[in-house]
C-alpha cells in the first residue's frame, strides 16, 4: 500500500487504534480530511512516526481536534518524518500556542519542497515567529500557501523580509489570498517587489488600486516573477489598462528568461543564437533592441561578414 485515505469517517478511540495498525512502512501518501479527533484518538496521530522512512505526502484537511495538545502532539511525531516533501494543514486550527511546534518540525525538515497553511487563525506575530525560526534558511522549501489568514501589515512585513534575502530562502510560490492585507500591506510588497529574487510565482488579493504604477517599477526591474495574480475589477481595466499591460509586458519578458541580458557570464557565441530566437516573440525582440544595441551590432556585423 502506497497510498492511504480517510474522509468523512467517524472514529472513537478502539477505531483509531485499528487504522493506525494498518500505517505500512511502504506508504508514501496519506490524506486524512473531514475528521474530528478526540483525545481517544491520540494513537493515530502518534502512530505516523511509524512512518518516518516512508512517508512523502501528508494532508491534513479540515480536521477538527478536541484538545489543542493532540495538534503539538501530532506536529511532535511528524519530526520524525525526514523524508517529507509536501505538509498540508487546511483548515486545522493552527493558532499561537501551535506556532513554536510547527515552526521546530519545518525547520527540521530537510527535504521539504511544500507548505500549505492555508484556512488557519495564523496572525501576524505568529507568522513572524514561524519565518524567523522555521522558514528561515530552509534550503528546499519552494512552495508555501498563507492564504486565508489574518497575517496582516505584520505578517506582510516578515514574509517579504525573508524574500529579501535570496541567501535566507529559496520559495518560488507564494499565496497570501484573504490574508487582510490592506493599502499599507499592498504597498510594502508592491514597493519590496523589485528585490525578490527567488520568487517566481506570487499570488494575493487586497487594496492594489492606488499601488499599480509602483508594481510595474518594481517589475521594471525584477527578472525573476513570472507569474502575479491581483484582482482586477472593471474600473481597472478601463482606467488603468496601460499598468495592466506594462505588468504583462515584464512578466512576459521574464517568462522567455529576461535575465540573459543581464548575466555576465554567459559566452560570446551563444548571442547570436539567442538574438535570432528572440526575433520570433515581437515584445522580446524590442526589449532585445533597447538593452543590448552592443550585442545586435555585433551579431549583425557577424553576419555580415
Known amino acids: ?26 506508504l ?32 491534513f484537511r479540515r480536521i477538527r481536534m478536541e484538545m489543542d495538545s493532540l495538534m503539538i502532539v501530532l506536529l511532535q511525531a511528524l519530526k520524525k518524518c525526514a523524508n517529507l516533501r509536501e505538509l498540508v494543514l487546511e483548515d486545522c486550527r493552527l ?29 501576524g506575530n505568529a507568522l513572524n515567529m514561524l519565518v524567523r525560526l522555521g522558514l528561515d534558511h530552509h534550503e528546499t522549501l519552494t512552495r508555501l500557501d498563507l492564504s486565508h489568514n489574518p ?3 505584520e505578517g506582510v512585513d516578515a514574509i517579504s523580509r525573508l524574500l529579501l534575502t535570496p541567501d535566507s530562502t529559496c520559495i518560488q510560490y507564494l499565496s497570501l489570498v484573504d490574508c487582510d492585507i490592506w493599502e499599507d500591506g499592498c504597498e510594502l510588497m508592491a514597493r519590496r517587489l523589485r528585490h525578490f529574487l527567488t520568487l517566481k510565482e506570487l499570488n494575493l488579493d487586497g487594496q492594489w488600486e492606488e499601488h499599480l504604477d509602483l508594481i510595474v ?26 499598468s495592466w499591460k506594462q505588468m504583462e509586458y515584464f512578466l512576459h519578458l521574464n517568462r522567455v528568461n529576461r535575465r540573459c541580458l543581464v548575466e555576465s557570464n554567459l559566452l560570446p557565441a551563444i548571442w547570436p543564437t539567442i538574438f535570432v530566437q528572440s526575433k ?26
Not at 525547520?107 to 487563525?121: A, M, R
Open 28 to 59: 508514501t501518501t496519506l490524506k486524512i480530511s473531514n475528521l474530528s479527533l478526540n483525545n481517544e484518538c491520540t494513537a493515530l496521530v502518534e502512530d505516523i512516526s511509524k512512518l518516518a522512512e516512508s512517508l512523502l505526502t501528508l494532508e
Open 1 to 26: 500500500v502506497k497510498g492511504l485515505s480517510i474522509d468523512r469517517c467517524k472514529l472513537d478511540g478502539e477505531g483509531s487504534k485499528i487504522l493506525s495498525l494498518g500505517f505500512a512502512s511502504s
Open 95 to 123: 493558532q499561537d500556542e501551535h506556532i513554536p511546534y510547527l515552526a521546530a518540525l519545518v525547520s527540521s525538515l530537510p527535504k521539504l519542497t511544500s507548505l500549505t497553511l492555508s484556512q488557519n487563525n495564523i496572525d
Open 217 to 242: 517599477t518594481s517589475l521594471e526591474f525584477n527578472m525573476v516573477l513570472t507569474h502575479l495574480w491581483i484582482p482586477r475589477c472593471a474600473t481597472q481595466e478601463s482606467e488603468g489598462d496601460s
Open 151 to 153: 497575517i496582516g501589515y
Open 280 to 305: 520570433a516573440d515581437a515584445d522580446v525582440f524590442f526589449h532585445f533592441l533597447r538593452q543590448r544595441p552592443d550585442i545586435v551590432d555585433r551579431t549583425s556585423s557577424r553576419s555580415r561578414s
